[in-house]
T-cell receptor, first 111, second 114 residues
Framework: KQEVTQIPAALSVPEGENLVLNCSFT??????LQWFRQDPGKGLTSLLL?????REQTSGRLNASLDKSSGRSTLYIAASQPGDSATYLC??????????FGPGTRLSVLP | EAGVAQSPRYKIIEKRQSVAFWCNPI?????LYWYQQILGQGPKLLIQ????????DSQLPKDRFSAERLKGVDSTLKIQPAKLEDSAVYLC????????????FGPGTRLTVT
């Protein structure tokens, strides 16, 4: 059974810092991995999706990498802003199966 | 393009009462998902529909939860009777039926059972 963990559970940084969020999964035979952002009281917003054949994806200040062999993905946020404050979740999908979500990392970017 | 719509946004009920949530997916998305998200946890899949057929309902508590997707478009999730532990956010998502199955989420319904 796939298990997904995210470290740290919470993170507080000053504005302008570069930061890394981690996602680990126990079964490396994945189809793809998706990073989401969730604002308080809101649904999930898709940030990046990485297929199993890819090593990384980039969108603006965000870069997500995937290392299947070690069961890890990282989300890199450059030059963080207060508007980046939210909970970040990763979700892992196997062939023919549905997403398994991690518990999320709650990020606070202080002005 | 309109996103995934859900209603109501908030609902407060007493235990043993019934409640229903509605979801309208993105136009053209054949696959629809219902998730339960308990505070501080990631979403947990309750049921997945492909058009109007059920693909995966292995984690749906079938003694009290039911869902339907008539005509393969919008969907309703019902809880009857509700328990205190059903307090959560219920999220609906949709995706195309072919890969990479990127999911798009609605705003969710926050349910409080007292």
């Amino acid at each position: 059974k796939q298990e997904v963990t995210q470290i740290p559970a919470a993170l507080s940084v000053p504005e302008g810092e570069n930061l890394v969020l981690n996602c680990s999964f126990t079964d490396s035979a994945i189809y793809n991995l998706q990073w989401f952002r969730q604002d308080p009281g809101k649904g999930l917003t898709s940030l990046l999706l990485i297929q199993s054949s890819q090593r990384e994806q980039t969108s603006g200040r965000l870069n997500a990498s995937l290392d299947k062999s070690s069961g890890r993905s990282t989300l890199y946020i450059a030059a963080s802003q207060p508007g980046d404050s939210a909970t970040y979740l990763c979700a892992v999908r196997h062939y023919g199966q549905n997403f398994v979500f991690g518990p999320g990392t709650r990020l606070s970017v202080l002005p | 393009e309109a996103g995934v719509a859900q209603s109501p946004r908030y609902k407060i009920i007493e235990k043993r009462q019934s409640v229903a949530f509605w979801c309208n997916p993105i136009s053209g998305h054949a696959t629809l998902y219902w998730y339960q998200q308990i505070l501080g946890q990631g979403p947990k899949l309750l049921i997945q529909f492909q058009n109007n057929g059920v693909v995966d309902d292995s984690q749906l508590p079938k003694d009290r939860f039911s869902a339907e997707r008539l005509k393969g478009v919008d969907s309703t999730l019902k809880i009857q009777p509700a328990k205190l532990e059903d307090s959560a956010v219920y999220l609906c998502a949709s995706s195309l039926e072919q890969g990479p199955y990127e999911q798009y989420f609605g705003p969710g319904t926050r349910l409080t059972v007292t």
